[in-house]
């Protein structure tokens, strides 16, 4: 293995604390990212794409800034003619050379060659993907132009060195998004909701809390494992347990977030009729009729569905058990067929 040489060093060290300030508003790879990158493994073109497998759907291209012809990744070369990509299936997620696989002559030869690298002049190219899940990819690809300008084993080195960083992109990307939809719901929370929000001031005091998070402070901060945590640099998330709940902090920047939740809830079947006619938007009488009960019993079971699930709303219970629904009248995500329209 090649040693990494001191500039190098020096390059990756600052990329890495550049890199999430580099990000796109709506998802972690820019082309200015790319850019980047180029400076640091020299290539003709870098570019970043996402692809589904199953069904098999390319979705998403990010060029670098200033290029003005970006290589377009075809979706019609089947998986099985990448040597990459069929090493990919084996769960290696580290850089690859199209050259670990094939001769120059040997690519000329192939399908991919032909309608993928050819068209655009590619004759080089290196590859190192982001961990996920087997049928999707997230890849970062680095082309070159010129046969005799072969991609080195210190460009793979260095790819293998930021490949863990460049994962850690999306988990950060996530948390912005989650601190921003917490964020722009403080004024909206109600005491009973399961996730409330802190912010923190410049020596980690709190300025703020949603009234969720007011809730569940007490509980937290009655042994001082809140505090400790907060001194101890926050390394992970905070879990406390009480029974089947479980408070779990994290931080995000200059923001908590606290979330409550319960390690099962059982509902009877009744409740959970009641509950799915709740998340359609049915008043108790509508929910009554549907079900042929008296208004009174309807919201006797919206009672012990409430204590079941810790909530106090009618939101609250619905976002507890059946997570998040988007548009009344379809398909709710864990809903029993027989309770559909």
Same mark, same amino acid.
């Given at each position: 293995?090649?040693?990494?040489?001191?500039?190098?060093?020096?390059?990756?060290?600052?990329?890495?604390?550049?890199?999430?300030?580099?990000?796109?508003?709506?998802?972690?790879?820019?082309?200015?990212?790319?850019?980047?990158?180029?400076?640091?493994?020299?290539?003709?073109?870098?570019?970043?794409?996402?692809?589904?497998?199953?069904?098999?759907?390319?979705?998403?291209?990010?060029?670098?800034?200033?290029?003005?012809?970006?290589?377009?990744?075809?979706?019609?070369?089947?998986?099985?003619?990448?040597?990459?990509?069929?090493?990919?299936?084996?769960?290696?997620?580290?850089?690859?050379?199209?050259?670990?696989?094939?001769?120059?002559?040997?690519?000329?030869?192939?399908?991919?060659?032909?309608?993928?690298?050819?068209?655009?002049?590619?004759?080089?190219?290196?590859?190192?993907?982001?961990?996920?899940?087997?049928?999707?990819?997230?890849?970062?690809?680095?082309?070159?132009?010129?046969?005799?300008?072969?991609?080195?084993?210190?460009?793979?080195?260095?790819?293998?060195?930021?490949?863990?960083?460049?994962?850690?992109?999306?988990?950060?990307?996530?948390?912005?998004?989650?601190?921003?939809?917490?964020?722009?719901?403080?004024?909206?929370?109600?005491?009973?909701?399961?996730?409330?929000?802190?912010?923190?001031?410049?020596?980690?005091?709190?300025?703020?809390?949603? =009234?969720?998070? $007011? &809730? *569940?402070?007490? !509980?937290?901060?009655? /042994?001082?494992? #809140?505090? %400790?945590?907060?001194?101890?640099?926050?390394?992970?998330?905070?879990?406390?347990? =009480?029974?089947? $709940? &479980? *408070?779990?902090? !994290?931080?995000?920047? /200059?923001?908590? #977030?606290? %979330?409550?939740?319960?390690?099962?809830?059982?509902?009877?079947?009744?409740?959970?009729?009641?509950?799915?006619?709740?998340?359609?938007?049915?008043?108790?009488?509508?929910?009554?009729?549907?079900?042929?009960?008296?208004?009174?019993?309807?919201?006797?079971?919206?009672?012990?569905?409430?204590?079941?699930?810790?909530?106090?709303?009618?939101?609250?219970?619905?976002?507890?058990?059946?997570?998040?629904?988007?548009?009344?009248?379809?398909?709710?995500?864990?809903?029993?067929?027989?309770?559909?329209?």
């Amino acid at each position: 293995m090649p040693a990494l040489a001191r500039g190098d060093a020096e390059r990756l060290i600052r990329f890495v604390s550049e890199a999430e300030s580099l990000g796109g508003e709506d998802h972690p790879v820019s082309g200015d990212l790319l850019f980047e990158l180029g400076r640091i493994v020299a290539a003709d073109w870098v570019t970043y794409y996402e692809h589904d497998c199953v069904p098999s759907h390319h979705f998403l291209d990010v060029g670098r800034t200033g290029d003005s012809d970006q290589p377009y990744v075809s979706c019609v070369i089947d998986l099985n003619e990448n040597p990459i990509r069929l090493r990919r299936r084996q769960r290696e997620f580290g850089a690859l050379r199209i050259s670990d696989f094939l001769t120059r002559r040997e690519l000329h030869r192939t399908r991919l060659y032909d309608v993928n690298f050819r068209p655009v002049g590619v004759e080089q190219a290196l590859e190192v993907d982001v961990p996920s899940q087997p049928s999707h990819w997230k890849t970062f690809a680095f082309e070159r132009s010129d046969s005799e300008r072969a991609f080195t084993e210190r460009d793979r080195l260095v790819l293998d060195l930021l490949q863990p960083h460049l994962g850690s992109l999306w988990q950060a990307a996530s948390m912005r998004r989650r601190l921003a939809a917490a964020r722009a719901g403080l004024e909206q929370t109600e005491p009973g909701e399961p996730r409330g929000v802190i912010l923190l001031g410049a020596r980690d005091e709190f300025e703020y809390a949603s =009234a969720p998070a $007011r &809730r *569940l402070l007490p !509980e937290l901060t009655a /042994d001082g494992s #809140l505090v %400790e945590w907060l001194e101890s640099g926050c390394p992970g998330p905070l879990v406390h347990r =009480a029974g089947d $709940r &479980r *408070l779990i902090v !994290e931080r995000v920047g /200059d923001a908590l #977030l606290l %979330e409550e939740t319960r390690d099962s809830v059982s509902l009877t079947v009744r409740e959970r009729e009641v509950l799915v006619w709740v998340a359609r938007g049915k008043t108790n009488p509508e929910i009554a009729r549907k079900l042929w009960l008296a208004p009174s019993t309807v919201s006797k079971h919206l009672e012990h569905i409430y204590a079941k699930l810790g909530v106090k709303t009618r939101t609250a219970a619905i976002a507890r058990f059946l997570g998040p629904i988007e548009v009344e009248g379809e398909d709710v995500p864990g809903l029993p067929s027989p309770w559909r329209n």
